[in-house]
DNA sequence: TGGGGTTAT
DNA sequence: ATAACCC
């Protein structure tokens, strides 16, 4: 119901699902290695695929789901469907589902704001990123299962490079197909006479696919951009909203850019640059393709000078590179006010539970702490200050399966590094704490028989149980 | 303004 | 360790 239902607009013939389609690009990978002999006009067709020569057009396709974490919500809560809910986390409310944006309430917006607007509006409390993140990771790895190059960008947002598949889709295809291929939902700027890009139309139907995968499988709605490089497909998968889809033709990529009203529009240019670039009189992408690269490159130094001003034509020659596993495991929490020892300590402890929980599952183990604060008042209220260090080995070794093991060392780290930030013997007052695992090393391939292998606890005879849970004890709650 | 993430310097 | 970027 109310545009939550996929493909109303171009979803014709993609009953294939993703497993079909994996079979067909295996086939097509065995099949084409003894090279088909092809038509003459087949390969006239071909040869007008790479117009210049040179092999360098890449079909990336950008996958971006609608209100994602309103959307886990209402898979976590059936009733929440059809009523306008909002995802809160603190005073802000992060994303709403569409019912609510009919209401006129926008992303982003205050807790207060949103209430004022919309009094119906139904909310829930979305600080804890478990249940995203998770959902999160299983689109990544359905999107995979179509290219195994897959970048991800925040929670909700994928990239993923199709070249190689569709080059391996068209090779497959007989002539009268090949003269049949039509597009997949939307193309920006309505202009379908010349359809010589059959590699993009090729990537709107792969990329119709994964909708269709991401949305059978798991449940979820979005959009896809087609284009032939990150920034376009970024742009351009947001021009029909929500669940659909659009492919850019290369000969509209400059209509692209300047639909965009001011610079700080472009992805890669953010608060800072905008403010630079504002200082030099720069605001319309048309100022920013036009100003002196020299000038630029003195302001802004070679690499970010060239890096956007080449954006600023819509070129982006940045390749997908596959995110694979995180880099990093954080736990923050924000707050008003924290200002004595025992608070602080309470905080760290529960954000290391939660931590030791995710690292636990996750198999591989962190060999850095770091620890995050941000202090009150300070002029810079968004900067924040940080130490980090290395994790003990016989601590990590205690990180594996019974976490009571590792809490209390790490406890006292991850203090010891308060400590030499902020000077307790002075008056403090933080309004956040955060805790980062990182330089994540593949686990200790400790094989039975050696040495490591009875030097490694959770290896040797003791707690051969299953992944346990780490409880917080309730504790301490007199101190207020 | 939240609770995350990444890469570059 | 910080600063910039992304969501």
New binding site residues.
């Given amino acids: 119901t109310q545009g939550v239902e996929p493909e109303e607009e171009g979803g014709r013939d993609q009953e294939e699902d993703a497993s079909r389609a994996m079979e067909r690009l295996e086939a097509g990978a065995a099949g084409s290695s003894p090279e088909p002999e092809e038509s003459d006009d087949l390969l006239w067709f071909h040869d007008q695929l790479e117009p210049a020569g040179s092999s360098s057009s890449r079909v990336i396709v950008h996958v971006d789901l609608d209100c994602f974490y309103a959307q886990v919500e209402m898979i976590s809560n059936p009733e929440l469907k059809g009523k306008p809910l909002g995802v809160q986390?603190?005073?802000?409310m992060?994303t709403c589902n569409y019912e609510a944006r009919k209401l006129g309430v926008k992303k982003?917006m205050?807790v207060r704001d949103a209430k004022e607007k919309c009094p119906q509006l139904v909310l829930v409390n979305g600080?804890d990123?478990t249940r995203y993140?998770e959902m999160s990771y299983k689109v990544t790895e359905l999107l995979e299962e179509f290219s195994p190059v897959v970048e991800r960008?925040?929670?909700?947002?994928n990239f993923v490079d199709l070249t190689v598949v569709v080059e391996k889709r068209l090779q497959q295809l007989q002539r009268d197909e090949l003269s049949a291929l039509t597009v997949s939902g939307h193309v920006y700027t309505v202009n379908l006479q010349d359809v010589l890009h059959i590699r993009l139309l090729v990537g709107s139907q792969i990329a119709a696919e994964m909708r269709e995968a991401v949305y059978n499988q798991l449940g979820l709605t979005g959009c896809a951009g087609v284009a032939s490089n990150k920034l376009l497909a970024?742009l351009v998968s947001g021009v029909f909203k929500p669940n659909q889809q659009t492919v850019l033709l290369p000969e509209s990529s400059q209509d692209l850019v300047y639909s965009l009203n001011h610079i700080k529009k472009?992805?890669?240019?953010?608060?800072?640059?905008?403010k630079r670039l504002e200082a030099l009189g720069i605001s319309s992408v048309r100022d920013l393709q036009t100003f002196s690269s020299k000038i630029l490159e003195k302001e802004l130094?070679l690499?970010v000078a060239q890096r956007i001003q080449k954006l600023s034509f819509g070129e982006d020659d940045s390749p997908v590179?596959s995110?694979g596993p995180?880099?990093?495991?954080?736990?923050?929490?924000?707050f008003k006010k924290c200002s004595s020892e025992v608070e602080v300590k309470n905080k760290i402890e529960e954000l290391l539970a939660s931590l030791l929980n995710r690292v636990c599952q996750d198999g591989r183990k962190p060999h850095t702490v770091?620890l995050i604060i941000r202090r009150h008042s300070s002029e810079k209220?968004?900067?924040?200050?940080?130490?980090?260090?290395p994790i003990p080995s016989h601590v990590i070794q205690k990180l594996g399966t019974g976490n009571y093991d590792a809490m209390t060392p790490m406890v006292d780290i991850v203090m010891k590094l308060f400590r030499?930030m902020v000077n307790m013997k002075m008056p403090f007052h933080l309004t956040?704490l955060?805790v980062?695992f990182?330089n994540l090393k593949a686990l200790n391939t400790a094989k039975k028989g050696t040495i490591d292998y009875y030097l490694t606890p959770s290896l040797s005879t003791t707690s051969r149980s299953g992944k346990r849970s780490f409880k917080m004890k309730d504790t301490h709650m007199e101190d207020f």
Avoid at 89 to 92: A, W
Avoid at 153 to 157: A, K, Q, S, V, Y
Avoid at 266 to 274: D, F, L, M, N, V
Avoid at 381 to 389: A, G, K, N
């Fill in positions: 986390q603190k005073s802000l992060v982003c205050s600080e990123l993140r960008l925040g929670f909700d947002e970024k472009i992805p890669g240019i953010g608060y800072k640059t905008t130094g690499a590179t995110s995180p880099q990093s495991f954080s736990e923050e929490d924000s770091r209220p968004w900067s924040r200050e940080s130490r980090q260090c030499n956040l955060s980062c990182c």
